[in-house]
C-alpha cells in the first residue's frame, strides 16, 4: 500500500483582534447560513413590499382597507432598510459581547496547521483542532475561518503578515483538509 | 494548599445533567416564577372571556378555551418540554461526540484550574473564566458564554466538593453562581 504524501506543516504566531473576529464571523456566517445574509433578508422584504403595495388596487370596493397595505409595506421598506444597514453593525456588537467573555480568545498563540488539524497554543491553553469536526471553512484576503470546533467554535487564523508563498501554502492546507467545506470570500463584500 | 483533582470520563447523564444545569443558569428561579404568573394570568383572563362568552353566547368562548389552554402550558408545562428537548438534544450530543474527549482531569488551585484531555490543555486563571455555576449534580466552567466544560459532582468527595466550592467562591466572586444560593 502506498503511503499518502500530505503537504508540509506551517507554522505561524498570531494576536489576534476584535476587527479579526468580526471578519471572520460575518466570512463564516455568509456560507454557514445563506439565509440570514442581509442582501437575501434585505430582498425578501422588498419583495414582500412589493406585494403588499400591489395589493391596494385589489380593495377597489373597500376603501377604508386600502391604509393596511400601504402601512404593511412602509414597515417591510423599514425592515429591508435595518436588515441591509443595521446587520452588520448587530453582527459585530454580537461578536464583541462573546469576545468580552472569552479572553483566552485574545491571547497571542503559536499556530501550527496540518494536513488534517490545527494546534494552537497560547500561555494559558493548548489545543488541536481537526479538520473533520468543523462544518466549514472560509477564507478571505486576510484570515481563515473555520466553525464548528469542539474546543473553539470560531477558529481563526491570520493570514495577514505572511509571506505570500506561506500564506499560499496555508490556504492550500485548508483547502486540502475541509475539501468541499471549504469556500473563498473575496474583497470586503461580506454582508 | 494542595488543589483538588478529579478524573473521569464524560456520561451520558453527565452531559445531560450539563445540559439541564445550563438551562438553570439561564433561566434562573425568577425568570421561571415569571413565566408561571404570566401563564396564570393568561388562564384567568381564558376562564374570564369563557365565562362572558357563555353568558353572551358569542364565539368568545373558544378564544377564552384557548387562552385558558396556553396558560395552562406555560405555567405548568414549559419547562419540563424545554428540559425533555435539552436532554434530547445533550443525548444525541454525547452520542455524536460534541462533548470532546470524554476522558479529562481537571484540578482547582489557588490561582486557577488546570484541565487535560486528549486534545486541550490549559491552565486558566480564575479571572479569565466567564463563570462558574454548580447544582447538585455537576459543576459548569464557562470559557466562554457559549464554552462550557462539565465537571460531574460524582468524581468527588463531600470534603472535595466544599474545598472547591469554597474556593471558587473566594476567587470568582460574583461570577460563581450556586443552584438555591441566587
Redesign the interface.
Given at each position: 500500500m502506498t503511503k499518502q504524501e500530505h503537504p508540509p506543516a506551517v507554522e505561524t504566531e498570531q494576536t489576534l483582534t476584535a476587527e479579526d473576529f468580526i471578519e471572520a464571523a460575518a466570512a463564516a456566517e455568509y456560507f454557514a447560513h445563506p439565509m440570514r445574509r442581509r442582501s437575501v433578508r434585505a430582498a425578501i422584504c422588498l419583495t414582500a413590499a412589493a406585494i403588499s403595495a400591489s395589493l391596494v388596487s385589489a380593495c377597489g370596493r373597500h376603501p377604508e382597507l386600502r391604509p393596511l397595505p400601504i402601512w404593511a409595506a412602509a414597515i417591510l421598506l423599514l425592515l429591508a432598510a435595518v436588515f441591509f444597514f443595521g446587520q452588520p453593525k448587530a453582527r459585530a456588537r454580537r461578536v464583541l459581547?462573546?469576545l468580552g467573555?472569552?479572553?483566552?480568545?485574545g491571547l497571542p498563540a503559536k499556530v501550527a496547521v496540518r494536513a488534517d488539524c490545527v494546534a494552537l497554543e497560547s500561555r494559558?491553553?493548548?489545543?488541536?483542532?481537526?479538520f473533520t469536526d468543523f462544518s466549514l471553512c472560509v477564507e478571505t484576503d486576510r484570515l481563515v475561518a473555520a466553525v464548528g470546533g469542539?474546543?473553539?467554535?470560531l477558529l481563526v487564523v491570520k493570514k495577514e503578515g505572511l509571506p505570500p508563498e506561506r500564506a499560499k501554502a496555508l490556504s492550500g492546507l485548508f483547502r486540502y483538509g475541509f475539501d468541499g467545506r471549504w469556500y473563498r470570500l473575496s474583497g470586503k463584500g461580506v454582508s | 494548599m494542595e488543589p483538588v483533582s478529579v478524573n473521569f470520563a464524560l456520561t451520558r447523564d453527565d452531559c445531560e445533567n450539563g445540559a439541564i444545569a445550563r438551562l438553570k443558569m439561564m433561566y434562573p428561579g425568577k425568570t421561571l416564577a415569571l413565566l408561571r404568573i404570566s401563564g396564570f394570568l393568561l388562564f384567568c383572563a381564558g376562564c374570564a372571556m369563557v365565562a362572558v362568552g357563555v353568558l353572551l353566547r358569542q364565539p368568545l368562548a373558544w378564544i377564552g378555551a384557548l387562552f385558558a389552554v396556553a396558560g395552562v402550558f406555560i405555567a405548568f408545562f414549559v419547562r419540563p418540554a424545554q428540559e425533555a428537548a435539552v436532554r434530547h438534544m445533550a443525548g444525541e450530543g454525547f452520542d455524536s461526540g460534541r462533548f470532546g474527549t470524554p476522558a479529562q482531569r481537571i484540578s482547582f488551585g489557588p490561582e486557577g484550574v488546570s484541565l487535560r484531555s486528549e486534545r486541550y490543555e490549559a491552565d486558566i486563571p480564575y479571572g479569565m473564566l466567564y463563570a462558574v455555576y454548580s447544582d447538585e449534580n455537576v459543576l459548569l466552567l464557562f470559557t466562554a458564554s457559549d464554552e462550557w466544560r462539565i465537571v460531574p459532582k460524582r468524581t468527588m468527595d463531600a470534603a472535595g466538593r466544599r474545598r472547591v466550592e469554597s474556593l471558587l467562591a473566594e476567587r470568582m466572586k460574583q461570577k460563581f453562581f450556586q443552584e438555591g444560593a441566587r
Open positions: 459581547a462573546w467573555t472569552c479572553p483566552l480568545a494559558c491553553e493548548k489545543m488541536t483542532e481537526y469542539r474546543e473553539r467554535n | -
